[in-house]
Structure formats: C-alpha cells, structure tokens
C-alpha cells in the first residue's frame, strides 16, 4: 500500500514557523522527486516546492523563496517544510506528492494534507 501521510499543521500568526512532515512508505518514496503543493479555498492547487532524491536540488515557488525550506531524510523516509515569516496568503492546505515539475498532473501519489492557517 503506498501511503503519504503529512503532520504540523496548525494555527499560527503572521510572521511565525511551522515545520510540516511527510511520511512515506517505503516504495513510494525511494529515488524519487517529493514536492510539497497547497490549495486554499476557493483557489487552484499550487506549487509550493520540490527536492530531488539526493536533496541537490531544490526548487521552489517565487511566493515562497526565501522563506519556506524542503528537506528530506531519506533514511526516514520522511520529507520536511520549513515555513518562516508566515502571512495570512500562505493559509492552505498543504500536500506532499512524488513526482516533478510544477503541475499536480505530473505527481501520481499524493497525501491527505494539512492546514496551515495564519492569522494576523
């Protein structure tokens, strides 16, 4: 059964962190690209962020660099974001997937995600 389960989201006001968490089976996650996506409501599901199998490369969204992080523990199986300096737009839920690209059609498995609210 390949599973994505994400954990860390919760309420936070602007210009704090929180840390999200993506655990993996095993056969999901072992060589490949994970990427981190939200959606809020009433809006399309966006990229946020993704990282490759040796973490060398990282790519992420404009409204996001600078501030947000993804990392990965391959020996966890177990994908991160780092979220600092939050602000009321990145309210969402968020979702990590395996695959690449930008577009959520490129990604096959996915998590039930987590909300992230900030408030101001």
């Known amino acids: 059964q390949v599973q994505l389960v994400e954990s860390g989201g919760g309420l936070v006001q602007a210009g704090g962190s929180l840390r999200l968490s993506c655990a993996a089976s095993?056969?999901?996650?072992?060589?490949?690209?994970m990427g981190w996506f939200r959606q809020a409501p009433g809006k399309a599901r966006e990229f946020v962020a993704r990282?490759?199998?040796?973490?060398?490369?990282?790519y992420y969204a404009d409204s996001v660099k600078g501030r947000f992080t993804i990392s990965r523990d391959n020996a966890k199986n177990t994908v991160y974001l780092q979220m600092n300096s939050l602000k009321p737009d990145d309210t969402a839920v968020y979702y990590c997937?395996?695959?690449?690209?930008?577009?959520?059609?490129?990604?096959?498995?996915w998590g039930q995600g987590t909300q992230v609210t900030v408030s101001s």
């Open positions: 095993g056969r999901t996650f072992s060589g490949y690209t």
């Open positions: 997937a395996r695959g690449t690209g930008t577009v959520p059609s490129r990604y096959d498995y």
């Open positions: 990282i490759t199998w040796s973490g060398d490369n990282r």
